[in-house]
């Protein structure tokens, strides 16, 4: 429709929408939520009565006609003469009355009433379709918590949640929802994550495992520490983003409402051309003319045209909501749908970001346990990541670790201590004592660095001890999701700025062709500008903060969720609050189906006001018939459209 429907242009302008966002229409009350359906519900039944009066008091029928009107028609006929003289803009609202009155003035109440009771219909209709849409994504907002109980030295006290502050200890008993981010310091449980993730499975959390505000405590009680309170919370977060994607529409849809301005005047001037010019050059009797511009009014106007966008977008973003990809806008849907290339981050993108021993290769008599426990008994005093993955390679294995003595860091080369009276060196290769590098053990090192390892290497008095490697873990589904979207025909590269050796092992690993390595963030920046000059439509996923600016600059930027830095989900178009990759291909089947949706809509609003509009001028079209047709291809639009609500899983969202 027009103007002030809510699938076009002053829809959203208005405090309607943010209200919604705010308040979903099922707490509202049931005056307000149901107000136009029985409004048109009760026109529909004066209009029978006053049919049925018609043979034995006129009087009688013109007053029930007239009655129908006021119910039917107050509502809209207040929003067309708001839009008229408050945002000096025309909208069908207002032509559809002046078509309804026009046809009552030249005799046709019935015709002009059941205009009204249809276009009543139609936008009850059409308004409940647009709440069902957004649904999903508006009862977000009940599952904010408003209170957390707090321990403060020893004593619980219940608090707001505005009042939490980072490193309060907060208790969530079972059955209760997280109050605040944070990371578990007592208690195990399962966590509902559905809010935040999608995942349908409860996550097991134990101390050291990170929770989110809003997930929902299973049968333990938990003791959590918060780290980000109140509104910097990932759930706080999302709700302003689900708010921005409520309000922010496709270039299609921005198109479309320029272009209905512009339409609308069209639709004026040739009515009045229709009243004016055939009785003075075809000979028409006033009453005729008046009919047939009163049925073009109706039929030519674009309800269907520009309901064919929004609520295919806003079904497709709540879909995919709901399974933890969230859109800021139908921009972002729209442009995603036309993706040519995708560029991945490797270190907590395409791998999980925590280096794992992949290797340890003894060089003297000790066996691989005894080496490692050696390594990671060295390591324990260390804080560094590479240190902290040798000591757990170590516990995993069950190995009793040693205090070492003398600890002394070397940084950036590695650390020396020594072990029951045994001096040790553990570090890069170039940390080895240049007598003690063979040739044996330069070769082994060159091996294992040509497989994109990290290599860490142990000495002791009777030299080079032993040989450790490291390497960050590829996400279990990266190579699911690589080849996913090579099927669809997008091509896949890697932008890093690790070493070459080390991102050609993991792009192998993963199926990408193209791997860019050695990257600073502005050299990210430049080569997404190099592959949108050629490809056109460029889509980057990062998580960390090196990654803003690229995130940034591709058409649509897709930012890890789960882990990922404030200013990567700050400057993405796409959250994966999952970290599930093989959800991006989901997506862009998504966003394709979306968009095709959208031209079906179009295709037929546009062929149905045609055919309307020639039968209303080759053969003569009765004005029910025409706002049947009209309207009816409203509904059918809208129907269609919510498709995208119901099938979800045929785009591969559900992971």
């Given at each position: 429709m027009l103007a002030t429907t809510p699938t076009a242009k002053g829809y959203?302008?208005?405090?309607?929408?943010?209200?919604?966002?705010?308040?979903?229409?099922?707490?509202?009350?049931?005056?307000?939520?149901?107000?136009?359906?029985?409004?048109?519900?009760?026109?529909?039944?004066?209009?029978?009565?006053?049919?049925?009066?018609?043979?034995?008091?006129?009087?009688?029928?013109?007053a029930l006609y007239c009655a129908a009107f006021v119910v039917g028609g107050f509502a809209k006929a207040k929003e067309g003469l708001q839009t008229l003289f408050y945002e000096r803009d025309l909208d069908v609202n207002l032509l559809m009355i002046v078509a309804a009155v026009g046809a009552a003035g030249i005799g046709y109440w019935t015709e002009g009433a059941v205009l009204i009771f249809i276009f009543a219909l139609s936008g009850a209709l059409e308004t409940y379709t647009m709440d069902r849409s957004r649904r999903d994504?508006?009862?977000?907002?009940?599952?904010?918590?408003?209170?957390?109980?707090?321990?403060?030295?020893?004593t619980e006290a219940a608090v707001s949640v505005r009042e939490l502050e980072a490193g309060d200890l907060v208790v969530v008993k079972p059955g209760e929802r997280i109050p605040a981010d944070g990371v578990v310091v007592e208690g195990v449980s399962a966590v509902n994550q559905a809010s935040i993730t999608g995942e349908s499975v409860p996550a097991d959390k134990e101390p050291g495992d990170e929770v989110f505000a809003g997930t929902l405590n299973g049968q333990g009680a938990l003791i959590v520490e918060v780290t980000r309170p109140g509104e910097a919370s990932l759930f706080s977060r999302i709700i302003r983003l689900v708010q921005e994607a409520e309000s922010e529409k496709p270039v299609s849809q921005l198109f479309m409402e320029r272009f209905e301005r512009y339409y609308a005047r069209a639709v004026i001037l040739l009515s009045l051309l229709l009243i004016v010019l055939p009785p003075v050059a075809l000979g028409w009797t006033w009453q005729q003319a008046l009919y047939k511009a009163m049925v073009f009014l109706v039929v030519a106007s674009p309800c269907a045209l520009v309901a064919s966008i929004m609520p295919a977008v806003l079904s497709a973003i709540s879909s995919s909501a709901r399974r933890g990809m969230l859109f800021k806008g139908g921009a972002h849907l729209e442009n995603l749908g036309r993706?040519?290339?995708?560029?991945?981050?490797?270190?907590?993108?395409?791998?999980?970001?925590?280096?794992?021993?992949?290797?340890?290769?003894?060089l003297q008599d000790q066996g691989e346990n005894e080496l490692l426990r050696v390594a990671a008994s060295l390591e324990s005093l260390s804080e560094h990541p590479l240190a902290k993955a040798i000591v757990e390679a170590a516990r995993e294995r069950g190995l009793p670790l040693e205090r070492p003595a003398e600890f002394q860091a070397d940084t950036g080369w590695g650390l020396r201590a020594k072990l029951r009276g045994d001096a040790w060196k553990i570090g890069k290769p170039a940390y080895l004592d240049s007598r003690f590098a063979t040739e044996t053990v330069r070769e082994t090192?060159?091996?294992?660095?040509?497989?994109?390892?990290?290599?860490?290497?142990?000495?002791?008095?009777?030299?080079?001890?032993?040989?450790?490697?490291?390497r960050d873990r590829i996400r279990p589904e990266a190579k699911a999701a690589v080849a996913a979207l090579k099927r669809q025909g997008v091509k896949v590269a890697m932008l890093t700025g690790d070493q070459p050796g080390t991102a050609e092992a993991i792009a192998r690993e993963a199926g990408i062709d193209w791997v860019y390595a050695g990257l600073l963030p502005e050299d990210k920046t430049d080569k997404i500008k190099e592959l949108r000059q050629t490809y056109g439509y460029v889509t980057m996923v990062g998580d960390g903060v090196n990654?803003?600016?690229?995130?940034?600059?591709?058409?649509?930027g897709i930012a890890m969720g789960a882990g990922g830095s404030d200013a990567a989900l700050e400057t993405a178009g796409v959250v994966l609050l999952q970290n599930d990759l093989r959800k991006i291909a989901g997506a862009i089947a998504l966003g394709k189906r979306t968009m095709n949706i959208v031209k079906q809509n179009m295709a037929f609003a546009l062929g149905v006001i045609v055919l309307l509009i020639a039968a209303n001028f080759v053969q003569g079209l009765a004005l029910p018939l025409g706002v049947v047709g009209h309207e009816g291809s409203t509904i059918l639009v809208i129907l269609n459209g919510l498709r995208l609500l119901r099938s979800p899983d045929r785009t591969g969202l559900a992971g």
């Open positions: 959203s302008d208005r405090k309607e929408l943010h209200q919604t966002a705010a308040r979903p229409r099922e707490r509202a009350a049931p005056i307000e939520r149901y107000g136009e359906g029985i409004a048109a519900l009760a026109s529909g039944l004066l209009i029978a009565a006053a049919w049925t009066l018609g043979g034995h008091s006129q009087a009688w029928s013109i994504i508006s009862s977000l907002m009940e599952l904010k918590p408003e209170t957390a109980v707090v321990l403060r030295d020893g993706t040519q290339v995708v560029a991945f981050d490797k270190t907590g993108t395409l791998t999980t970001g925590s280096p794992v021993v992949t290797d340890v290769i003894p090192i060159r091996r294992l660095e040509r497989e994109g390892k990290t290599v860490t290497v142990m000495q002791n008095d009777r030299g080079a001890a032993g040989i450790i490697a490291l990654d803003a600016p690229a995130l940034a600059t591709a058409t649509v």
